[in-house]
Each structure stands twice: as structure tokens, then as C-alpha cells.
């Protein structure tokens, strides 16, 4: 995914917040991911939201930079993607062959990876694929494939569970990726993060539940 994917929704954020819309730089590993991106802001403390495994990489640069972030928001993201024992992620072989049909044929993945992200809303696919294919500059195959890698190894609960700054996640009640009750889990880990769900969204909140996203968010930076 790319940053043109928040639309409209970054232009409303706007007209209450200064905000930074970040491309995710290509990197091997989530530490030189976090690095890079507060690189290229000034020194100003700022409150960071990460979407799907934008939110893997909010943790990491919460955990990175604790003088700087002021807030973090996990929107339809956790801090570990796929299932473990006692945690309710993405089952591991379900993952294994999403990577592997996304290898062998990535475009037709990809645009079955966006209908799965919309599932029970299929009116917002024409708008989703829109903006998707509107990136300024599309990621290399292999860089996608990192990303990929990286959201399947990265583990950041016990990251999530030491981060002092307030900590909000915004889970939707139909994500196809993101089990719900996956929201108890994290509040287990850290008792002072803020659980919103949001009803009748999905994976992409911002575009199926908008205005419920954007309270969400009122509600967090607060």
C-alpha cells in the first residue's frame, strides 16, 4: 500500500492536525524502517498512526523514538501479525500461502488481497482500486516481498507492553485480517491502551466508517 490510499480522509485529518502522509521506505528490517522515516521529520514531538503494517511500524518507532512520540494509534494492526500460541493472529499457514501465490502471480493477488480487505462492503472496491493504482511510484516486486517478511517475523508484543505513551488501537468488527478479540490480547499486554471498535467497517476504516474513524481519532489525540 502506499500513502495516496488515505485520500480524502488525510485531507479532513488536515483540518485538525498537521499531517505527514509517509511512503514506507524500502529496508530490510523495521529498525532502519523507523529510522528513516523520523530522518526525514523535524524534531517536534508528534503522535503517530500506523495502519495495518504501518501499525508494526508505529511500535517500532515508538519503542525507538519514546522522546518524540507523543501518542500512538494502531489502527486494524497488531503487534504481532501472524498466530501463536495464545495469540490470535493470521494462521501461519495461511500466510505461507498468500506469499507464495503473491510470488508466483502478484498482481492478481494483490487485487484479490484488496477484495478480502473489503469484505461484506464490496461497493467501496471501485474507489479502493483507485486509489491503489494512483501511487506516484509503484514498489518493486522484491520490496513488496520484503514487507511481506517482515510482517510475518516481526513479534512486538513485548514491545507494546513497555511503551509508556498513550496507546490507542482502532479495530473494526469485519476485518477479514485482523481477528477482533485480538483487541482483549493487547489490553492484557498493555491495561492502558484505549480499545475502539468500530461497527459495520473493515480493514480499511477510513473509507468504509470515515467519520466513526475520524472520531476514533479525535478520541485518541486528546
Given at each position: 500500500m502506499?500513502s495516496?490510499?488515505w485520500?480524502d480522509?488525510a485531507?479532513q485529518?488536515?483540518?485538525?492536525?498537521?499531517v505527514?502522509s509517509?511512503?514506507?521506505?524500502?529496508?530490510?528490517?523495521?529498525?532502519?524502517?523507523?529510522?528513516?522515516?523520523?530522518a526525514e521529520?523535524?524534531?517536534?514531538?508528534?503522535?503517530?498512526?500506523g495502519?495495518?503494517?504501518?501499525?508494526?511500524v508505529?511500535?517500532?518507532?515508538a519503542?525507538?523514538?519514546?522522546?518524540?512520540v507523543?501518542?500512538?494509534?494502531?489502527?486494524?494492526?497488531?503487534?504481532?501479525?501472524?498466530?501463536k500460541e495464545?495469540?490470535?493472529?493470521?494462521?501461519?499457514?495461511?500466510f505461507n500461502t498468500?506469499?507464495?501465490?503473491?510470488h508466483?502471480?502478484?498482481?492478481?493477488?494483490?487485487?484479490?488481497?484488496?477484495?478480502?480487505?473489503?469484505?461484506?462492503?464490496?461497493?467501496?472496491l471501485?474507489?479502493?482500486?483507485r486509489?491503489?493504482?494512483?501511487?506516484?511510484?509503484i514498489p518493486?516486486?522484491a520490496?513488496?516481498e520484503?514487507?511481506l517478511?517482515l510482517?510475518?517475523?516481526?513479534?512486538?508484543?513485548?514491545?507494546?507492553?513497555?511503551?509508556?505513551?498513550p496507546i490507542?488501537?482502532?479495530?473494526?468488527?469485519n476485518?477479514?485480517?485482523i481477528p477482533?478479540?485480538?483487541g482483549?490480547?493487547?489490553?492484557a499486554?498493555?491495561p492502558?491502551?484505549q480499545?475502539i471498535?468500530?461497527?459495520?467497517?473493515?480493514?480499511?476504516?477510513?473509507?468504509?466508517q470515515?467519520?466513526?474513524c475520524?472520531?476514533?481519532?479525535?478520541?485518541?489525540?486528546?
Amino acid at each position: 500500500m502506499h500513502s495516496e490510499m488515505w485520500g480524502d480522509f488525510a485531507t479532513q485529518l488536515s483540518q485538525h492536525y498537521r499531517v505527514t502522509s509517509v511512503d514506507l521506505p524500502s529496508r530490510d528490517n523495521l529498525n532502519d524502517i523507523a529510522d528513516a522515516i523520523v530522518a526525514e521529520l523535524n524534531d517536534e514531538p508528534f503522535y503517530i498512526l500506523g495502519w495495518s503494517f504501518g501499525g508494526t511500524v508505529a511500535l517500532k518507532i515508538a519503542e525507538r523514538f519514546p522522546n518524540q512520540v507523543q501518542g500512538l494509534i494502531l489502527m486494524a494492526a497488531n503487534p504481532c501479525f501472524v498466530a501463536k500460541e495464545n495469540w490470535s493472529g493470521m494462521p501461519q499457514k495461511t500466510f505461507n500461502t498468500f506469499a507464495e501465490q503473491f510470488h508466483a502471480n502478484p498482481a492478481t493477488t494483490l487485487q484479490r488481497f484488496l477484495n478480502l480487505q473489503l469484505q461484506g462492503f464490496p461497493t467501496f472496491l471501485k474507489d479502493v482500486k483507485r486509489r491503489f493504482s494512483s501511487a506516484k511510484h509503484i514498489p518493486k516486486l522484491a520490496d513488496l516481498e520484503t514487507s511481506l517478511m517482515l510482517l510475518k517475523t516481526s513479534d512486538l508484543r513485548n514491545v507494546l507492553k513497555k511503551l509508556t505513551c498513550p496507546i490507542t488501537a482502532i479495530l473494526s468488527d469485519n476485518d477479514a485480517l485482523i481477528p477482533i478479540q485480538i483487541g482483549e490480547k493487547m489490553q492484557a499486554l498493555q491495561p492502558n491502551l484505549q480499545l475502539i471498535t468500530l461497527k459495520n467497517a473493515t480493514h480499511i476504516p477510513f473509507i468504509t466508517q470515515p467519520e466513526n474513524c475520524l472520531d476514533a481519532i479525535f478520541d485518541a489525540i486528546r
